[in-house]
């Protein structure tokens, strides 16, 4: 039986608006911040992904690290903040894997970050950058849009369980 999941909404990007007065900066991950994002992106499948069993996220978090597709936001020289790219696809990059340990929250480290890598990909060739957020979050919808990210479609996530889990 399929179980709908979490409420999205698609947004896409041709143009970014860089935030002011966000502390720190930008810079490529590298393989000694490897545990750090296995253990963020572990943190945000939890938090985004609730009740679901956990899932070994190391090889994407190693195929990202080979490609030069993840970024840190470091402001008093260490990181607080991530963001993912994705290979370009007919010019499409996406932007994921966002995130912001809580007790650094509010600062706008996320937004520099993904106004960071969003520039970054649009230098690189891609035409867009395309993100999925959580309906139910206002402080993502509303901080993407003021980057420049535009609304596109919405979307769901749905999960596939046993009849005798209904």
Known sequence: M????????????????????VPGHARPATAA??????S???AFAAETSPGRRPVDLSGQVDARLRHGLLWLWEWA?????TAWLSRPVADVVR???VFTPPEERGRGFASGCVAHVSRYALDAGATTCTLYTD??????NRIY??????????????????????
Request: charged share 20%.
């Open 33 to 38: 911040d490897r545990d750090l994002l296995v």
């Open 145 to 166: 849009q003021a980057l420049g990210y535009r609304r596109v479609a919405k979307a769901a996530q749905w999960r596939f369980v046993p009849p005798q889990r209904c």
């Open 2 to 21: 399929a179980v709908r999941g979490t409420a999205q909404r698609i947004f896409a990007l041709d143009a970014v608006r860089l935030p002011t007065c």
């Open 40 to 42: 963020w992106a572990v």
């Open 95 to 97: 932007v994921s894997g």
């Open 135 to 140: 309906l139910a979050n206002p402080t993502s």
């Open 77 to 81: 020289g260490r990181p607080v903040s």
